[in-house]
């Protein structure tokens, strides 16, 4: 079990109202959808960005592609597993996968503060090098900018990304009866970054789980499994991204608990520190939507590779119309799994 934390985390529900921005606008959870909803939306809107997806999907020329941009704030900048570079090509490519494109190229835009050690911005490049090696993409086209000491946190990455899509996948081909698939376990990501941060020490290591998931997705599209959507679990965790789709698609999902897979040293930590697992951070981790009949399969596909080995079936799309995601608890009650409000763990992507 990891030894009892001495400092304090910041209430994860605040107050809504305001004319200010707060760090919970930054977690994925009702509050920045809201911030979304009432800012972006109504200057923007489009049927791409309509979507609200984390890429947009369009035809150029005959040409099927996807566009897609990140920016990284993770604190500290190298922690187990990875390091604020990989994270930026993990992430930017996995959502071009998200979007059934094959990830090609990317930009990168970088932010560096006045006093970074050199020796510490080569480590991040060189890991970004070996990202975009794993993921199969090249970095074309960057930028780099930097500010007083004291503005940044050491560094801010942007990334941008294009791909070429392989099959049409998004939230409107979800139908009733369709298998939900977990590619692995949850919350490893932001329970690293968090003990990392803050000293904490467990009974056995835990590292984030950032890694490209382009070659999950080819494979399920190699063994002839039709995906209807793909979702990666980033901030807000599993739970945000299914009560994202839920919402979208206006059906009722259900879940269940013992079926989806948490490290036991990461749900030790959870339950000491009042975090749910399910609404924890992961950067390499995906929610699959298949069809029923094929659900074994793809299964066996993805327990196949190194990076979704741990993959389940963790629930059911509901033939009936809402907008709410069931889960069935450990204890075999149901209940609604709320998407969180506010920012559990601030600075994590």
């Known amino acids: 079990m990891p030894t009892k934390p001495d ?8 107050i809504e109202s305001g004319d200010r921005i707060t760090m919970a606008h930054g977690g994925g ?26 890429g947009a999907v369009f035809n150029v020329g005959g040409a099927e592609l996807a566009f897609s941009t990140d920016s990284y704030v993770v604190r500290p900048l190298i922690f187990p597993g990875g390091t604020i570079g990989d994270l930026a090509i993990n992430g930017t490519a996995n959502d071009l996968a998200m979007c059934g494109a094959q990830p090609l190229y990317l930009s990168c835009g970088f932010i560096l503060e006045e006093g970074l050690k050199i020796a510490t911005l080569r480590t991040i490049a060189e890991s970004m090098q070996a990202a975009a090696k794993a993921a199969g993409v090249q970095l074309v ?15 801010y990455i942007n990334t941008a990304g294009i791909g070429r899509v392989r ?4 939230a409107q081909r979800i139908e009733a009866g369709d298998a939900i698939l977990i590619s692995g376990d949850v919350g490893a990501h932001g329970i690293t970054i968090l003990s990392t941060r803050e000293g904490l020490e467990f009974e056995a290591p835990v ?29 807000g965790g599993l739970t945000s991204a299914l009560n994202e789709l ?11 608990e013992a079926a989806i897979p948490v490290n036991e040293t990461v749900r030790g930590a959870c339950e000491m520190l009042g975090l749910d697992p ?3 951070a992961n950067e390499g981790r995906f929610a699959a939507f298949v069809p029923a009949a094929q659900a074994d399969r793809a299964l066996e596909i993805l327990r196949g590779l190194a990076v979704s080995r741990q ?31 506010g920012e559990q763990l601030p600075r994590i992507c």
């Open 167 to 170: 099959h049409p996948i998004g």
């Open 246 to 256: 839920a919402q979208s698609r206006g059906l009722n999902l259900r879940v269940d």
């Open 207 to 235: 590292e984030s789980d950032t890694a490209p998931l382009w070659p999950a997705v080819e494979a399920l599209l190699d063994g002839g499994i039709d995906i209807h959507c793909l979702r990666d679990l980033t901030r």
């Open 29 to 54: 959870g009702r509050m920045s959808q809201r911030l979304i909803e009432a800012v972006f939306l109504p200057l923007f809107s489009n049927p791409l960005l309509d979507t609200l997806h984390d």
């Open 7 to 14: 400092f304090v985390l910041q209430c994860p529900a605040p």
């Open 141 to 155: 086209t960057g930028d780099t900018k930097v500010v007083d000491r004291g503005k940044a946190d050491g560094v």
């Open 278 to 280: 399910l609404s924890v």
């Open 311 to 341: 993959a389940a079936k963790a629930g059911v799309v509901l033939n009936e119309p809402g907008s709410i995601v069931h889960l069935r608890s450990l204890a075999g009650g149901l209940r609604i799994l709320q998407m969180i409000s």
